[in-house]
Nanobody
């Protein structure tokens, strides 16, 4: 059973940058598509960015495209979300997630119900 843990959240001013990291443990972290989601107060959990297991496919929500970058290096048990030019509306609890896939699966998954494992979340607050 894979456990995920986020780190790197915090409070910062608009225009700033932050890197969130997700560390996997508990089982070999092989054949997992991964993603980042966020949830603001009163809103549903929403897709932010994802990366496939096979190949290098990535996908971003339009609201973060060009500002956020998801990083994943094969063989490592961590993956990151680089967030630049942060806006007040980026304020949310950010969650990392992993979905078990076949070894040749190059898909990126945007629906939260597709994912098997979740971290506990880390708060990102951007002051305007």
């Amino acid at each position: 059973q894979v456990q995920l843990a986020e780190s790197g959240g915090g409070l910062l001013q608009a225009g700033g940058s932050l890197i969130l990291s997700c560390a996997a443990s508990g089982a070999p972290f092989v054949s997992y598509a991964v993603g980042w989601f966020r949830q603001a107060p009163g809103q549903e959990r929403a897709f932010v960015a994802g990366v496939a297991w096979a190949g290098s496919n990535t996908y971003y929500d339009q609201s973060v495209k060009g500002r956020f970058t998801i990083f994943r290096e094969k063989g490592k048990t961590t993956f990151d979300l680089q967030m630049n030019s942060l806006k007040h509306e980026d304020t949310a609890v950010y969650y990392c997630a992993a979905k078990s896939v076949s070894r040749d699966n190059g898909g990126v998954y945007t629906r939260p119900d597709y994912y098997d494992y979740w971290g506990q979340g880390t708060q990102v607050t951007v002051s305007s």
